[in-house]
């Protein structure tokens, strides 16, 4: 009876890559909007940027200097300088002045278009100008150098041509990317949305943060730990409360999802007694499974929640916090990064040396909460505190999670461990 009893419960238990792939597969990129440029920050292309300019518009001069002809200073040196014509002065924002002619120069600022006829330009440093003395009425300039076509000019075009792509669909634009579109004269982009995330916590001892703690009770750490978790992913959380270990309270905070497009509930997914979001998603939608062969994080249920004509997805996590999050990790990231244009996109994973032990009892895979570190140019992982999953300060100490894989029963000090990147400190690295 015993042995049946187990088989059959391991038969509902699922692997890590299978669970995954079976909550990736409801997911898409959402609907595409137009977005401030600042607005798109953090959020990925959804169309090319083709660029209508040349940037820079206008042949102009790299450096404060003067605009000449280079075959007029071919032999110049400090000792046999070349005297040049000065005709005008040309700053950032002028039109090109027309037309230098030989043995003319422009006292040209950088950023102001080359004249045209000009064909370099020779930096203050090699000339007899003071470039200090701004009002210098001296009609004439000494050049102490020669030069060459396009010596201190920057070329139109040279960083944008028109008509170029200049970034593709799917970049997910950070600040020199939202520069970039700046530049080329776009207010707006077109990018996916970003999903909407309710979070619901599950529980009749769980009590808000701020409040006062009642004997029994402890604090919603949860749905905070979540919704963080959820906008450093680039979704919007929005926090549902708390619900009490009851069907309908449950389902009655559940009812609130419908504008949803995902759906993350804590606790009430094991084998106690009140655990009853599974019942509550069955009966409001289906269920397609309920258990992970990982540690932490087995009690984890996945299905969809209908509201009339529409199918959200629930994840429920379990309600120990590191669980929870180690499992946020591994299911509900990936699922907000798919919906929001990225192609799924794991952790960075390194190799480290181990230094501790870790134990793998029962086949499952493990996650150890570790803090990677580096010595002599090789990566450490050192587990970073008791590994039970209420021990959040263990988790806040971590900087990644160290891979036990489940064919394997422990991972030795001194073994190499693959561990995943949660931070890269930029102290230790
Ligand atoms: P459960 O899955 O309901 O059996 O919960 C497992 C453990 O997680 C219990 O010790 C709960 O008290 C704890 N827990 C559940 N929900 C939360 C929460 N929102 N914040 C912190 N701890 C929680
Ligand atoms: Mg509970």
């Not at 090109?96 to 278009?113: C, D, F, H, K, W």
Request: charged letters at 20%.
């Amino acid at each position: 009876m015993v042995s049946n009893h187990s088989a059959c419960h391991n038969e509902s238990m699922i692997d890590v890559e299978d669970a995954l792939s079976k909550i990736l597969s409801v997911f898409s990129t959402l609907s595409i909007r137009d977005a401030n440029i600042l607005e798109a920050n953090g959020m990925v292309l959804a169309q090319d940027v083709i660029s209508e300019i040349n940037i820079p518009p206008l042949d102009n001069s790299a450096m404060d200097g003067y605009a000449i002809k280079h075959e007029d200073v071919n032999d110049a040196t400090p000792k046999n300088p070349k005297t040049l014509r000065v005709v005008a002065t040309t700053a950032a924002g002028d039109l090109p002045y027309s037309t230098l002619l030989n043995n003319e120069s422009v006292r040209i600022m950088t950023g102001a278009p080359v004249p045209i006829g000009a064909t370099s330009v020779i930096p203050f440093e090699d000339t007899s100008d003071n470039f200090k003395d701004k009002t210098s009425s001296d009609k004439n300039v000494l050049i102490y150098t020669n030069s060459e076509t396009g010596k201190n000019v920057r070329k139109a075009g040279q960083d944008v041509t028109s008509g170029e792509i200049v970034l593709k669909s799917g970049t997910e634009l950070h600040a020199s990317h939202i520069a970039l579109i700046a530049s080329l004269g776009k207010a707006k982009v077109k990018v996916f949305r970003r999903p909407e995330v309710a979070i619901l916590a599950t529980g009749n001892e769980i009590s808000e943060p701020g409040s006062s703690l009642n004997k029994g009770q402890i604090y919603d750490s949860n749905s905070y730990g979540i919704a963080a978790a959820v906008k450093e992913a680039g979704g919007n959380p929005s926090i549902l409360g708390i619900a009490k270990d009851d069907f309908h309270s449950i389902e009655e905070k559940l009812n609130m999802c419908n504008k949803s497009d995902f759906v993350i509930t804590s606790a009430g997914v094991s084998k106690g007694d009140f655990d009853i979001v599974k019942d509550v998603l069955s009966k409001n939608g289906s269920i397609e499974f309920h258990s992970v062969r990982m540690k932490p994080g087995k009690p984890l249920a996945f299905g969809m929640l209908q509201h009339n004509n529409k199918h959200i997805p629930l994840v429920g996590l379990p309600g120990n916090p590191v669980s929870a999050l180690v499992a946020f990790e591994q299911f509900c990231r990936p699922a907000i990064r798919l919906m929001l244009g990225n192609k799924f996109s794991p952790r960075a994973t390194i190799k480290a040396i181990l230094d501790d032990e870790i134990r793998n009892p029962d086949g499952r895979r493990i996650y150890a909460r570790a803090i990677v570190y580096k010595k002599n140019d090789v990566y450490h992982a050192s587990l970073s505190g008791v590994q039970s999953s209420n021990i959040l300060s263990a988790m806040a100490k971590a900087n990644g999670l160290a891979i036990c894989p489940e064919n394997k029963s422990s991972v030795q000090p001194g073994e190499e461990v693959a561990v995943m990147m949660l931070y890269w400190p930029s102290e230790v690295f």
